[in-house]
């Protein structure tokens, strides 16, 4: 029996997940832009979205609920702005031709936004405003996903876990990045749990009793059931505002699908009516600001970093010696796990044990 953490060179992990993806029919181009989109993930210590995530592109590819052949058509687009099919893809694809279209408008006319239909899991929200970052611009992307969230005052998962990324550079080593979703916790950081064998904290989950739920494997298996329903920033009804983290996630609902009449809430569960599995139909929007367009891109990262600077060095609480900004734990984690490698769990190296033996990847020879 597997019982211990392994840590695999972030290089081994990175051609692994590429020759994964090849062996499953997507072109080497695309491949490899899947792959970097996951071990990003990995790097900035999101274990919830990077080879954590390889199982499920695995099944869905395999059962035809996702295809890998891209094929990237843009229905209709103006100097600012574009709607794209991504024709149910790779979704770190179709995210990073679209936000590379929404920088290209945006270098030429001072911004650039692009909605998409038909994607699928994109990986984590906020690589792409990484990208407009290193573009010297800010970026904005949100993506709509399988319903997961309850309302307020309700017990229906209905909306998914929704979440917002913004980005934008400083003067500093790392950018200002925000990237998290509108629930209180997201499906990604349940099924880690779940790996790990820990419960889930109390005021995450709700059943369909109203009450909270802590084991994450009947938590999983819930909401395919529409039994379980994570709650929204803020938690439990109006007392601590839960209203506004199920504002925010209404939001990005719209921005996902209202502007490409694409599909929502149940409209993403992908199960169709006669109870037959299909594509989830998810919808992106991505937009890019050209800070040049408004002052010096100097004088932006100055003053951004200003702000960053004098938040860090605000009166501390007691017991706590360090304040954070957006994007800076991150930075760090990647320094580290470039040097130490990737932790894998012991579930997580069944999966790729998994996928290796299905797809007779042969050449890779992990410590597991």
């Known amino acids: 029996m597997i019982e211990e953490t392994c840590y695999i060179p972030v290089s081994t992990l990175q051609s692994f997940m590429v020759d994964v993806f090849i062996a499953l029919g997507v072109p080497p181009k695309d491949a490899a832009t ?27 590819i395999m059962k035809g609920l996702q295809k890998p052949v891209t094929t990237f058509e843009v229905v209709h687009e103006s100097p600012t702005t574009a709607l794209v099919d991504g024709h149910h893809g790779m979704g770190q694809v179709i995210g990073v031709r679209s936000m590379q279209m929404a920088i290209d408008k945006a270098r030429v006319y001072g911004m650039g936004s692009v909605a998409v239909r038909n994607s699928t899991h994109f990986g984590i929200d906020g690589y792409y405003p990484l990208m407009a970052v290193q573009a010297g611009m800010i970026g904005f992307s949100v993506t709509n996903a399988r319903p997961s969230i309850a309302p307020t005052f309700s017990v229906r998962p209905m909306l998914g876990t929704n979440p917002i990324a913004f980005g934008a550079p400083t003067d500093e080593d790392f950018p200002f990045l925000f990237d998290a979703a509108t629930s209180i916790t997201q499906r990604g950081k349940i099924e880690v749990l779940a790996r790990k064998g820990q419960p889930v904290p109390d005021g995450w989950v709700i059943g369909r009793d109203g009450n909270f739920v802590s084991d994450p494997d009947a938590i999983l298996e819930g909401f395919a059931k529409e039994e379980n329903a994570l709650l929204p920033l803020g938690g439990a009804g109006e007392l601590l505002a839960g209203y506004k983290g199920y504002g925010l996630a209404t939001i990005v609902e719209i921005l996902s699908a209202s502007l490409q009449s694409g599909q929502f809430l149940y409209g993403l569960l992908g199960v169709a009516e006669d109870g037959s599995l299909k594509p989830n139909c998810i919808g992106h929007f991505f937009m890019a600001i050209n800070i040049e367009a408004f002052v010096p891109l100097a004088e932006f990262k100055a003053t951004t970093g200003a702000i960053l600077r004098e938040l860090r060095a605000a009166t501390k609480a007691p017991g706590q010696e360090r304040i954070y900004t957006a994007g800076e734990k991150e930075f760090e984690n ?4 470039r040097q130490q490698g990737v932790p894998v769990l012991p579930k997580l190296q069944n999966e790729i044990r998994t996928i290796q033996a299905a797809l007779g990847l042969t050449q890779y020879h992990f410590p597991f």
């Open 334 to 337: 990647e320094k580290t796990v």
């Open 34 to 60: 899947c792959s970097e989109v996951l071990i990003t993930s990995d790097l900035r210590g999101i274990e919830s979205h990077g080879i954590g995530r390889l199982k499920m592109y695995f099944d869905r």
